[in-house]
């Protein structure tokens, strides 16, 4: 990337920042002040269509926000939700996958190189022989709730919160719930 790109891309950085700060200060210094106490944990995509305090109409404080392509867990994942979970009490965990994932279509399309290949492998394993898109986002979303059910059946503080799974779509805005 030339230098003068950077400058550019780090100005608009700043400037959504800025807009940022003049919006809603009260929230953020309660929040700050009070910590946090979110009402629900999200396993999502880190693709830039899928923003879940968007989808959910949601504001600081009240989404624990898992990111990563594809929703695919690994220890990371597992230590954040539990951190959610068990210490800050968190009661409901949502699975969310989406319409159109890029780490679900090179999953099926034949895996991925490099650090991406950790990615497309735990997709594969999740949605098998299925080559359908759509089918595959689903089944990958289910198949990662199915894990925290198993990795979290026996902890003290998480066996009895609620793990659901949805869909989200990416040209409509709707979130199905499986
Ligand atoms: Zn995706």
Excluded at 20 to 34: H, S, V, Y
Aim: aromatic residues 8%; hydrophobic residues 40%.
């Amino acid at each position: 990337m030339r230098p003068d790109n950077t400058f550019y891309l780090r100005a608009r950085l700043c400037e959504g920042n800025v807009k940022f700060r003049k919006q809603d200060p009260a929230l953020r210094i309660e929040t700050a002040e009070n910590g946090q106490h979110p009402y629900a944990i999200v396993v999502c995509c880190s693709d830039s269509r899928v923003i879940p305090e968007k989808i959910f109409s949601a504001d600081l404080g009240e989404l624990f926000v898992i990111r990563v392509a594809g929703n695919v867990l690994d220890d990371h994942q597992l230590g954040s939700i539990e951190y959610a979970a068990a210490h800050l009490h968190c009661p409901y965990i949502l699975v969310l996958g989406h319409t159109g994932c890029g780490a679900v279509s090179a999953a099926i399309g034949g895996g991925g190189e490099g650090f991406i290949k950790y990615i497309t492998d735990d997709i594969l394993e999740a949605v098998g022989s299925e080559r359908d898109p759509d089918t595959a986002c689903r089944l990958n979303a289910l198949h990662a709730a199915e894990r925290l059910r198993r990795e979290f059946s026996a902890h003290p503080e998480i066996e009895s919160v609620c793990i659901e799974t949805a869909v989200y779509d990416i040209k409509s805005g709707c979130v199905e719930w499986l």
